[in-house]
């Protein structure tokens, strides 16, 4: 047999001048019975990477070859057209692709077999959840080049109610472990696929609009992410009605994106109405009435209203308990978000054990490395720096930083965040020489990314301040305290926890100066709206308290 072989190729070659390997593939093909020859063609369209068997035979099926594929498998391994890896893994020579591709094109059921290639990868892409689990995204790997060659390739083959999923399925993947910079691409252009297949109106449109001002924001974008979200939310409402889930997605995410920039006046109505439209048109008991509750109530923990986040934070964790069980991500996040709260409130004991078993859920759920267990270290660590647990604080902090810079890079609110934070504990620990720097890094991004005007920005002059306090730079103090405290009254109101924070600060650095009816004018102020806010027994109340009652004792005959 093998002497007959090379005897045909040597002739064919003399004959036609070919090279070796086509010579050699083409009296190979010519070997093949139809039903092998159908199937390398299907192995074909599989971009050049391992690919899993499990896959030719959801494409098989989905293309209708009814035949034996493994016995034509090893037909096609013992004529060198498919090399096997592994159990049950394979991969095609890009020679012998590009030789394939050629003959695929000459069988009668070349569009067949593209359309259910297409159709068994957009199967997976939409199998692929909205927030990945760690395991998950193990299940998905294997399939992803494969998609992406749909996404690049196949297009045309896609119908049009599937021709966003590939894009959506990759942006998943990558999006969920944040690794936004290869996920942007997929999304930029699924954009730019639905609007040439579409036209400029269409819900395709406006979900690829949403989905890229999703990724923006979680960038800390929010300047590119704000037009494509009103562009989206519009286009939905002109072409689905008023009264549409999708509508209600676009009322949340836009809320989401104003609060995200202190903008709270104008995300709590969006808010309200995203959660009762998702309520009328999806009953009580759904996931995305649970995201609602959850926003909702974060909204109001940023405004210091933690008697009514509380209930709705509770309505929410239980929501998704009872939908999604106790191991999801979105459980995670929301005993995270009841953590903040508690810490927030004082009930420091509380607020531990739910950060920790966030943090140990998300590790489990979304792997060591990723935004969200970062985000989880930095609270975590943010709870003991409050508690004067030093030294347990700095490696979850420092840990937090690097994560954040390796995943999401030097830019962005969460890295600002993470500056911040560590400043602040260094700052405790009369480090000043090794907080100062961090603090203006902070500041830097923050007023880069988010403006001149934003809660977090008049959080880091005041923590500069702090520091210069701290350090006998009184005027340079003083500046900064009054900027932060004017910026909290524009942005936040004159009754909220953090303006009253800028008051009692401001009047620590004046009974330092030795100015004390202005200190205890301040202190006054500060202790009316935090007895009103967070009531008597809160932490910041009781700090204030003894700040007044310390100036009284040292100050007044």
Known sequence: MLKDILARLQEKQAATGESGVAAAFELNWECLELEAQKLACLLSLFALAPIPWTLVESAASASNLEFDLKANRTILIERYLLQELAEETYQIHDRIQELLRQKLEELAEVDEL????????????????????????????????????????????????????????LNRFYQGQGAYEQALPWLQKCLSTTRERFGEEHPDVANSLN??????????????????????????????????????????????????????????????????MRKRLLGDEHPDVATSLNNLAGLYYSQGKYSEAE???????????????????????????????????????????????????????????????????????????????????????????????????????????????????YKSQSKYSEAEPLYIQALAIQKRLLGDEHPDVATSLSNLAELYKSQGKYSEAEA?????????????????????????????????????????????????????????????????RDNLEYLRQHSEP
């Open 211 to 276: 989905n890229l001002a999703y990724l923006y924001y979680f960038q800390g974008k929010y300047s590119e992410a704000e037009p494509l979200y009103i562009q989206a939310l519009a286009m939905r409402k002109r072409l689905l009605g008023e009264e549409h889930p999708h509508v209600a997605n676009g009322l949340n995410n836009l809320a989401a994106l104003y609060n995200s920039q202190g903008k709270y006046s104008e995300a709590e109505p969006l808010y309200i109405q995203a959660l009762a």
């Open 311 to 425: 209930p709705l934070y509770i309505q929410a964790l239980a929501i998704q308990k009872r939908l999604l069980g106790d191991e999801h991500p979105d459980v995670a996040t929301s005993l995270n978000n009841l953590a903040e709260l508690y810490n927030s409130q004082g009930k420091y004991s509380k607020a531990e054990a739910l950060y920790i078993e966030a943090l140990a859920m998300k590790k489990r759920l979304l792997g060591d490395e990723h935004p969200s267990v970062a985000t989880s270290l930095n609270n975590l660590a943010g709870l003991y720096d409050k508690q004067g647990k030093y030294s347990e604080a700095e490696p979850l902090y420092i840990q937090a930083l690097e994560m954040s810079k390796h995943l999401l890079g030097d830019e962005h609110p969460d890295v600002a965040n993470s500056l911040n934070n560590l400043a602040l504990l």
């Open 480 to 544: 900064l305290f009054i900027e932060a405290l004017a910026m909290r009254q524009r942005l936040l109101g004159d009754e909220h926890p953090d303006v009253a924070i800028s008051l009692n600060n401001l009047a620590g650095l004046y009974y330092s100066q030795g100015k004390y009816s202005e200190a205890k004018a301040l202190y006054l102020e500060a202790l009316v709206i935090l007895e009103k806010r967070l009531g008597a027994d809160h932490p910041h109340t009781v700090t204030v």
């Open 114 to 169: 593209k359309r259910g290639f297409c159709q068994a990868m957009v199967a997976i892409a939409q199998d692929i959840p909205q927030t990945p689990t760690l395991i998950e995204i193990t299940q998905a790997s294997p399939a992803i080049p494969h998609i992406e060659e749909v996404a690049t390739v196949y297009q045309a083959w896609l119908n049009e109610d599937n021709l966003m999923w590939p894009f959506v399925g």
